[in-house]
Structure formats: structure tokens, C-alpha cells
């Protein structure tokens, strides 16, 4: 051992050995100091939002626009101009390219209403002191709102936002699809549903794809009026064919090519719906002679709102609602509005809400973790009964195991970061460090308390011995996942929450397991055991 190490351990010792003296001293003090530690920290851990995954930043801005579904290419392309001149005004832009419409491979469905911005930005530290990314999207959905009315936008990034669709089936980060037989009434409902959804905090990019708008020229024809002129519906569907849609008169042969020729009735004949209804209908008098009697007479014709769109999933007709997160935990705002939901929108029989998305993972992830954990605890149950043989060694080891998750909440709490799968994998590493952890302690105790000694002197002496090989395996793993703890860079928000868990974990959980643990298990080791385990090694002696 070099100079500096015997340094700091000696100094580790003069702070450590009459803590340690006084907690076993005062088993109950410390104990009920233990209580309210883990009380503490699982009261903040209560208080901790759930997402499925921390965001990524990508350093650019995916922006959709959906402008009405009944828009054509050439009304859009002022929007789309007016839109990347908007984005050009803020510095922190590199540049813009735009997408109207669908691409030409057709490989994203999309109309003229659709429009796409990817927004490149310039290196954060290059931004105004300050001056955030929220704070750019807050700016120009301000801007957006006063200068583009009636147009949908949302926010998201070039690969987030591929992942999004892909979750959510819809072009959003998040989506509730409301699921029944009428478009009319799924419009509705989803009117209210958004109405409660707008007074959520947290809730942003809200937005419905809705799928009526298109004007349908109906025609339905009276067979009874029909029949009395020897017509029947078939024979009026072809008139009104060839009359709107045209007919193939003729066949036109240029070499090895045919061409048909298709003939209909003049724009101006058309376009009107009174010139529609005085469409002439052919039919036979009882005399032989051809007679012509209007449309109008033969069926009802009216101009109605239609479907422009139609959602199905499952062969079930639905209509989405897109929606993000900011400033707030997925689950917390998800939860809120799913109860506003149900206490102010009535669903009719027939008709359901489903919530899909990063929400839908989140909850499928929990779902799985539900299994994943007591799983692995008893795995590791199984080890330690294997390795002592004996029920309450075993539950011994396990007693700085709540410490250690204790320290992982407290963490993500002080950092503002909510709980997620990154965290919960941290959470499942700190399992098996801090089970080591006990395993050397009790071994230890019975090696002392074999030589005849009290369980309070032989815990002090055990634990005193195995310090040093406790602090070596825990602080190292929480020296080396500090940089990624306090990482801010490009791509670090993944591995945050798991690096925060664990060291919190592994700084907060060894101060415990060594000062409050040895006391718990005084109070139930026993002072000569019948067979001592045999140790797997001398830990102390690899310092």
C-alpha cells in the first residue's frame, strides 16, 4: 500500500470507527435513524414522473405542418414559404429543407396538407447565454400561431421522430384513438377529448386527424319513381358515369398502341349541381319513341360532407389524436388527462379510447419489469441460501438492499430526472453490489465471532476489516459513472438515469450498509453459529 493510501485509509478509520461504535452502542437510535431515511427517500421517490426513455437530443427540429386536408399543391406553397422564412428569422437555424406533400417513392402517404421542415441548428454553446431549445420551440409556435391560423404544427427530431410514428402508428409522438362504427360521432368525441386534453399541463403539439371535410356529390336514386319509367338503378348509375366520369366510346389504334377515348360532358355541365340535376336520363315510351326525363326527377341529389381520410385498425374505424410531452413526465400528464376523460366524456356504447405511443411502451415496459424484478430477487435469494444455508443469514445479507435503491431515488429526485428503463436497469445493477456487499459482512462476522467474541464486538471488529474492500468495490463504480451522471452533451440523456441511479446508489447505499446495517443484524445474528460459511476469499487482504 502506497503512503497516500495508507493516508486515507487511516483518516477513513479515525471518522469511521467511532461512528460504527456508537451506532452498535445504539441499535435502536440507529435503527429508528434508518426507518426514517428510507421513509425519506421512498416519500421522494413517490414524487418522481415515469417516461419510457429520456429524449435524445439530435442538435436539429423535425416540423410537421398540417395545414386542411382539402388543400391542393399549389395553395400550400405559400404556407410552406412562409413557414421556412418564420424558421430562417431565428440565428440559432443553420438552415431548412422542406417537404410538401408525400416523397416520390410514395413511401409515406401524405397529401398536399402535409408538410415537413428539417431544421439543422447550430452547436448549443454558440446559442445566447440561456436561451434553451424549449425556449426556441416556445418562440416559434408563438410566431407560428400569430402568423399561420388554422394550421396544426408539431415538434419533434429527425429520429425521434420516425421512432414516435412507428410507436404510435400516427404521425405524433403520442396518439389516443378513439375507436367506433360512425365518423361522425368519433369526431365528436374527440372534440370533447381534446377540449379536456387542452387543460393539461404538460400537453403540447395537440392535434386531430380529421377524417371528414371532403364535399361528395350524393346521388340516390328513387327505384319507385324509376320503375315507372322502366328504369331500373343500373341503368341510371351508367348515365350519371358517363355523364361525370365518362365512358369509353371509342378505341383509338396508333401502330402497336390502343388508346380509349373517353367522353363526358363539358366542365361547364358539370360543375354546378343544378346543371348535375338536369342531367337528361334516356327512356322508352310505351309508344316506342325515345324520351328524355331530368336527373332530378329519378333520384335526390345533394351536396354532403364526407370522409377524406378513413383510420381502421383492426377492420375498426378510429380517429387519432397526436400529441407531445414538455416540461412535464409522460405518465403524470398522461394520467391526468385519461381522468378528466373519464369523469366529462360520456363514450356511447360501442366506442372506446385507446392510448397508444411512448405511453403504450411505457406501460408494457412496467408490465415486463413486474416480472423482470422478482425474478431476479429471487435468483438471488437462491444464491445467498446456497451460500449460507440458513433463512435469516440470507435475509441479513439483503438488509442494505433498500439503502442502496434509497440512494438511487434520492438521486434521480436532486437531478430532476423521472424514472425510466434506463433507471430501472440501474436500479437491477445496484441489486448485485449491494447484496456483495452484505455477503462480506456476514462472512466476516462469523469468522470473528468463531474466536468466542460478543455479536456486538464481533460485528464492530468484521466490519472495521471489511471497510476498505466495501468502499474500493462501491465508490469505484460510482467514480467511473459520475462523468456520465453529469454529462450534458449530445446523446448523454440516455445513459443519465441509469448513471445517476447507480451513483446515487453506491454513494449513499455504503454510508448506510456501514453504519446502520451492522446494528440491524446484531440484532438477529447469532453468536456461535452451528457451521460457519466459508468465505469465497480474503477481500481485506487484496488492498
Known amino acids: 500500500m502506497s503512503e497516500v493510501e495508507t493516508v486515507v485509509v487511516r483518516g477513513l478509520r479515525v471518522v469511521y470507527t467511532p461512528v460504527l461504535r456508537w451506532s452498535l452502542h445504539n441499535r435502536k437510535v440507529t435503527t429508528a435513524i434508518g426507518?426514517?431515511?428510507l421513509g425519506f427517500s421512498l416519500f421522494l421517490g413517490s414524487r418522481?414522473?415515469?417516461?419510457?426513455?429520456?429524449?435524445?437530443?439530435?442538435?436539429?427540429?423535425?416540423?410537421?405542418?398540417?395545414m386542411p386536408p382539402t388543400i391542393s399543391l399549389e395553395a400550400g406553397m405559400p404556407v410552406v414559404s412562409k413557414i421556412r422564412e418564420i424558421l430562417l428569422r431565428h440565428p440559432e437555424v443553420r438552415t431548412v429543407t422542406s417537404q410538401h406533400g408525400r416523397p416520390d417513392d410514395g413511401s409515406d402517404a401524405a397529401g398536399f396538407f402535409n408538410a415537413e421542415f428539417f431544421v439543422p441548428l447550430k452547436p448549443?454553446?454558440?446559442?445566447?447565454?440561456?436561451?434553451?431549445?424549449?425556449?426556441?420551440?416556445?418562440?416559434?409556435?408563438?410566431?407560428?400561431?400569430?402568423?399561420?391560423?388554422?394550421?396544426?404544427?408539431?415538434f419533434s427530431q429527425y429520429i425521434q421522430d420516425n421512432v414516435e410514428e412507428g410507436l404510435s402508428g400516427v404521425k405524433g409522438a403520442n396518439s389516443v384513438k378513439i375507436i367506433g362504427p360512425n365518423l361522425a360521432t368519433l369526431e365528436k368525441i374527440a372534440r370533447a377529448v381534446m377540449a379536456e386534453m387542452e387543460k393539461v399541463q404538460g400537453v403540447t403539439d395537440l392535434g386531430a386527424f380529421w377524417v371528414l371535410g371532403q364535399p361528395n356529390l350524393n346521388i340516390k336514386v328513387d327505384r319507385t319513381k324509376a320503375a315507372r319509367y322502366g328504369l331500373s338503378v343500373n341503368d341510371i348509375n351508367t348515365v350519371v358515369q358517363a355523364a361525370l366520369g365518362g365512358a369509353t366510346a371509342t378505341t383509338l389504334l396508333e401502330a402497336e398502341r390502343q388508346f380509349g377515348v373517353v367522353v363526358r360532358l363539358a366542365p361547364q355541365y358539370r360543375n354546378n349541381i343544378d346543371f348535375v340535376r338536369n342531367i337528361k336520363v334516356g327512356y322508352q315510351t310505351p309508344a316506342g319513341f325515345n324520351a328524355y326525363i331530368p336527373l332530378s326527377e329519378l333520384a335526390s341529389i345533394s351536396l354532403d360532407t364526407g370522409a377524406s381520410y378513413i383510420f381502421r385498425e383492426r377492420s375498426q374505424r378510429f380517429v387519432p389524436i397526436k400529441f407531445s410531452v414538455r416540461g412535464r413526465d409522460l405518465a403524470g400528464a398522461v394520467a391526468e388527462a385519461q381522468e378528466r376523460i373519464a369523469r366529462s366524456v360520456k363514450l356511447p356504447t360501442g366506442y372506446r379510447i385507446d392510448w397508444a405511443g411512448e405511453f403504450e411502451w411505457l406501460q408494457q415496459a412496467k408490465k415486463r419489469l413486474a416480472i423482470i424484478l422478482p425474478v431476479t430477487f429471487l435468483f438471488i435469494i437462491v444464491l445467498l441460501?446456497?451460500?449460507?444455508?440458513?433463512?435469516?443469514?440470507?435475509?441479513?445479507?439483503?438488509?442494505?438492499?433498500?439503502?442502496?435503491?434509497?440512494?438511487g431515488l434520492v438521486a434521480l429526485y436532486v437531478t430532476?430526472?423521472?424514472?425510466?428503463?434506463?433507471?430501472?436497469?440501474?436500479?437491477?445493477?445496484?441489486?448485485?453490489?449491494?447484496?456483495?456487499?452484505?455477503i462480506l459482512i456476514i462472512n466476516a462476522y462469523y469468522r470473528v465471532a468463531a474466536g468466542g467474541m460478543a455479536p456486538v464486538d464481533a460485528m464492530f471488529h468484521a466490519v472495521g476489516e471489511q471497510m476498505r474492500p466495501i468502499l474500493m468495490m462501491t465508490l469505484s463504480a460510482c467514480i467511473g459513472l459520475l462523468p456520465a451522471a453529469i454529462s450534458t452533451g449530445i446523446g448523454s440523456q440516455v445513459q443519465r438515469p441509469l448513471a445517476t441511479v447507480i451513483v446515487g446508489g453506491m454513494l449513499i447505499g455504503p454510508i448506510m450498509l456501514l453504519v446502520v446495517v451492522p446494528a440491524l443484524q446484531t440484532l438477529f445474528l447469532r453468536a456461535r453459529p452451528q457451521t460457519a460459511p466459508q468465505p469465497p476469499a480474503e477481500p481485506a487482504q487484496t488492498v
Open 35 to 37: 426507518v426514517l431515511v
Open 48 to 66: 418522481l414522473g415515469s417516461e419510457f426513455l429520456p429524449t435524445l437530443e439530435e442538435g436539429n427540429l423535425w416540423i410537421r405542418a398540417t
Open 124 to 154: 448549443f454553446d454558440e446559442w445566447p447565454r440561456g436561451y434553451t431549445k424549449a425556449n426556441l420551440i416556445d418562440d416559434l409556435q408563438a410566431e407560428f400561431a400569430q402568423e399561420l391560423i388554422g394550421i396544426d404544427f408539431n
Open 385 to 407: 441460501y446456497g451460500l449460507f444455508n440458513s433463512w435469516r443469514d440470507t435475509a441479513l445479507a439483503l438488509l442494505g438492499l433498500p439503502f442502496a435503491i434509497s440512494g
Open 416 to 438: 430532476g430526472l423521472d424514472f425510466s428503463i434506463s433507471a430501472a436497469i440501474g436500479f437491477i445493477s445496484l441489486m448485485g453490489v449491494s447484496v456483495m456487499s452484505g
